[in-house]
C-alpha cells in the first residue's frame, strides 16, 4: 500500500453533560483526505481545499498529529497528506479532529497497522491541544471509533466505545460565524459548586445508561448541562429559541454542539429529526447569518477508508 483516500468525520463533542468527556460520530458530515507513502522522511502537508489553513507541518493539526506517531513508530520513509475540509473551521463540529484523527490513522493502516485504532486517540490529541491548548479527547475519539465514546480516564488514558441506539438521529445547525475553541474555553468557570457537580454526575450516568438499554426518553431527561451551557450559550445567536424549538418539534433534547457556535438535537427517528432541523432553521433564518443544517446518523464505524491503492 502506497496510499489511502479517507472519509473523515464530523463530531459532536460534550453532548451537553459529557464535557470533555462525551462525543459522537456523525454519519452525513466529513472531510476527505489523502494520505501516500514518500521516500523522505518526515510529514508534508501538500493542499487544503475549502479551508484557508497553514500548511507549515507545525503549524497544522494534521501535521503535528502526524509528527507525533511517526516519531513514535520511526518508519524509514514518510509521508504526505492532502485535505479537502467540508467541515469549517470553528464550526463546533469537530473540524480539527477529523484532521488529526485521518492523519493518524492513515499512516498507521499505510504502516500494516501497528497499532489498534483506540491506540492512535493519544497521537491524534496532539492536534486538538494544538488548536485549542487542551488536549482532550472527546471529538477524536468517536471520529476514530465510531459512535458514542466516553473517556473514562484522561491519566492513564481510558476510551470505552459505546454504541448508539439503532433510532437515534442527530440534528446540527451551525450558524456560520466563527468560535474558537479557546475563546469558548477562557470563559468557563473553574470552580463549580458540589450541587452542580451532583446534578452533572446525575445526567451523565444517566445518559450512558440510556444509550446502552436504548432508553430514548432516559436519554431526553439526561441531556442537560448544569456546567458549560448556561455560561457558553449566551456566545450563540438563538441558542435558547433554537433548543425549545427543536425539543417542541419532538427532539429528545439538545445542547451546544463542542465549544459551538453550533447547536445538535438528538431525535428518535428520521422524521423527527429532520422536522427539528426544520423549526432550528426558521428560527436562523430571522438572524440574517448564513448557516448550514445537517442531519445525521450516528456513524457506527468512525473514520471510513474510500479507496486504497
Given at each position: 500500500?502506497?496510499?489511502i483516500q479517507l472519509f473523515c468525520p464530523a463530531t459532536i463533542a460534550n453532548v451537553s453533560c459529557g464535557f470533555d468527556v462525551l462525543g459522537l460520530c456523525l454519519e452525513s458530515v466529513g472531510d476527505t483526505m489523502t494520505v501516500t507513502k514518500t521516500p523522505e522522511k518526515g510529514i508534508r502537508i501538500t493542499e487544503i481545499i475549502g479551508a484557508d489553513l497553514p500548511l507549515e507541518t507545525e503549524k497544522n493539526v494534521a501535521g503535528v498529529a502526524a509528527l507525533a506517531l511517526i516519531e513514535a513508530l520511526d518508519p524509514d520513509f514518510g509521508f504526505s497528506i492532502s485535505i479537502t475540509k467540508n467541515i469549517k473551521a470553528g464550526s463546533g463540529i469537530g473540524s480539527s479532529?477529523?484532521?488529526?484523527?485521518?492523519?493518524?490513522f492513515g499512516i498507521n493502516h499505510l504502516l500494516g497497522s501497528p497499532l489498534s485504532t483506540k491506540e492512535l486517540v493519544q497521537y491524534a490529541m496532539q492536534g486538538e491541544?494544538?488548536?485549542?491548548?487542551t488536549a482532550h479527547a472527546d471529538n477524536v475519539a468517536p471520529a476514530l471509533l465510531g459512535g458514542f465514546t466516553l473517556v473514562r480516564s484522561y491519566d492513564p488514558l481510558d476510551i470505552i466505545a459505546i454504541k448508539s441506539p439503532t433510532e437515534l438521529y442527530a440534528t446540527v445547525i451551525h450558524p456560520q460565524i466563527e468560535l474558537k475553541t479557546k475563546d469558548a474555553r477562557s470563559v468557563l468557570k473553574e470552580n463549580i459548586s458540589l450541587k452542580k457537580a451532583t446534578i452533572q454526575c446525575g445526567n451523565l450516568g444517566g445518559l450512558i445508561s440510556g444509550l446502552y438499554t436504548g432508553d430514548y426518553d432516559l436519554i431526553g431527561r439526561s441531556l442537560h448541562d448544569e456546567l458549560v451551557e448556561p455560561v457558553r450559550s449566551i456566545l450563540i445567536p438563538k441558542f435558547d429559541e433554537l433548543k425549545a424549538a427543536a425539543i417542541a418539534a419532538g427532539a429528545l433534547g439538545g445542547g451546544i454542539s463542542g465549544s459551538g457556535p453550533s447547536v445538535f438535537a438528538l431525535s428518535k427517528g428520521l422524521t423527527t429529526a429532520k422536522r427539528a432541523g426544520q423549526v432550528m432553521?426558521?428560527?436562523?433564518k430571522d438572524t440574517g447569518i448564513p448557516f448550514e443544517v445537517h442531519v445525521s446518523a450516528i456513524n457506527p464505524e468512525g473514520i471510513k477508508i474510500i479507496h486504497v491503492q
Open positions: 500500500m502506497n496510499e479532529a477529523a484532521s488529526a484523527a485521518g492523519a493518524v491541544k494544538l488548536a485549542s491548548g432553521a426558521a428560527i436562523m
